[in-house]
């Protein structure tokens, strides 16, 4: 069974830094897309950014120059972090892990359970 566990998140104050972390198990194959996304209260979810198995990168424009984007591909696990540079109240979500095994753009395959990030004022 394919899990994809996040770590990381917390409180931190407007224009601090924070680092999540997503660590997959079960799987047997290498995912083609992993990325973040994020969901604030009232809020639908949104893609924050992606990283392809290749490197290849996307950033919302919202958090484009301020987050940072990477993937680790070890066998049988991998691993996508998110560093936070220079966060904003706006930033304040609950961000999901989620991976692709096939097919980029699209809805992902598999989800994180989530981690609370906090920026006050």
């Known amino acids: 069974q394919v899990r994809l566990v996040e770590s990381g998140g917390g409180l931190v104050q407007a224009g601090g830094s924070l680092r999540l972390s997503c660590a997959s198990s079960?799987?047997?194959?290498?995912?083609?897309?992993m990325g973040w996304y994020r969901q604030s209260s009232g809020k639908t979810r949104e893609l924050v950014a992606t990283?392809?198995?290749?490197?290849?990168?996307?950033?919302s424009p919202s958090v484009k120059g301020r987050f940072t984007i990477s993937r680790d591909n070890a066998k049988n696990t991998e691993t996508v972090n998110l560093r936070m540079d220079r966060l904003k109240p706006e930033d304040t979500a609950v961000y999901y892990c989620?991976?692709?095994?096939?097919?980029?753009?699209?809805?992902?395959?598999?989800w994180g359970q989530g981690t609370q990030v906090a920026v006050s004022s």
């Open positions: 990283i392809t198995r290749d490197g290849m990168t996307y950033y």
């Open positions: 079960g799987n047997i194959f290498s995912f083609l897309v």
């Open positions: 989620g991976a692709n095994v096939r097919f980029a753009g699209v809805t992902p395959d598999y």
